[in-house]
T-cell receptor
Framework: AQSVAQPEDQVNVAEGNPLTVKCTYSVSGNPYLFWYVQYPNRGLQFLLKYITGDNLVKGSYGFEAEFNKSQTSFHLKKPSALVSDSALYFC??????????????FGQGTTLQVKP | DAGVIQSPRHEVTEMGQEVTLRCKPISGHDYLFWYRQTMMRGLELLIYFNNNVPIDDSGMPEDRFSAKMPNASFSTLKIQPSEPRDSAVYFCASCRGGGYDGYTFGSGTRLTVV
């Protein structure tokens, strides 16, 4: 079965400190991985994706994500958090196989709270 | 491109009434998805279409929910009759060629059933 897990419901970090939002995945084929961000009262916005190549992927708003095949993880990172980064973050993996083609499987989301 | 367009942005209706949510995907996108988001259940996939054909509707909660995609540029999600537990934010998303580049989401419709 294909799945995504975000083990933390909420991550708290002080402004200026580095942040990490964790994601692990399970998929039968090559993983196509994504991070989305949702600000209050808005739709989900694409942040970055991993298809193949470098394990460190850079995305929007200074975010990056590290793909680790052996640990089946795709953690979202930022060197210096901003208060405006406070939002709900979703990790997703593209599904494979009958009934899953084209489908992104989302994690349950992690709320990031950045305090001044 | 204007992105994925959903209407209305907000809908308040009385229990028992019919509700229709609308979505216009990005031109050229051949997949369309309907999601529901609540605090309790998070983000749930209700149904998705490929080339206007429903592929998987296993997430549709009950027969009160139905979705159509009469052409490549329009889809509707209908709830009839509506119930208070249907209150949620409903998102439409679209993508091209199987989701390798991810989805583009609309801004959502916030439905309140009183």
């Amino acid at each position: 079965a294909q799945s995504v897990a975000q083990p933390e419901d909420q991550v708290n970090v002080a402004e200026g400190n580095p942040l990490t939002v964790k994601c692990t995945y399970s998929v039968s084929g090559n993983p196509y991985l994504f991070w989305y961000v949702q600000y209050p009262n808005r739709g989900l916005q694409f942040l970055l994706k991993y298809i193949t190549g470098d394990n460190l992927v850079k995305g929007s708003y200074g975010f990056e994500a590290e793909f680790n095949k052996s640990q089946t993880s795709f953690h979202l990172k930022k060197p210096s958090a901003l208060v405006s980064d406070s939002a709900l973050y979703f990790c997703a993996v593209r599904g494979y196989g009958s009934g899953n083609t084209g489908k992104l499987i989302f994690g349950q989301g992690t709320t990031l709270q950045v305090k001044p | 491109d204007a992105g994925v367009i959903q209407s209305p942005r907000h809908e308040v209706t009385e229990m028992g009434q019919e509700v229709t949510l609308r979505c216009k995907p990005i031109s050229g996108h051949d997949y369309l998805f309907w999601y529901r988001q609540t605090m309790m259940r998070g983000l749930e996939l209700l149904i998705y279409f490929n080339n206007n054909v429903p592929i998987d509707d296993s997430g549709m909660p009950e027969d009160r929910f139905s979705a159509k995609m009469p052409n490549a540029s329009f889809s509707t999600l209908k709830i009839q009759p509506s119930e208070p537990r249907d209150s949620a934010v409903y998102f439409c998303a679209s993508c091209r060629g199987g989701g390798y580049d991810g989805y583009t989401f609309g801004s959502g419709t916030r439905l309140t059933v009183v």
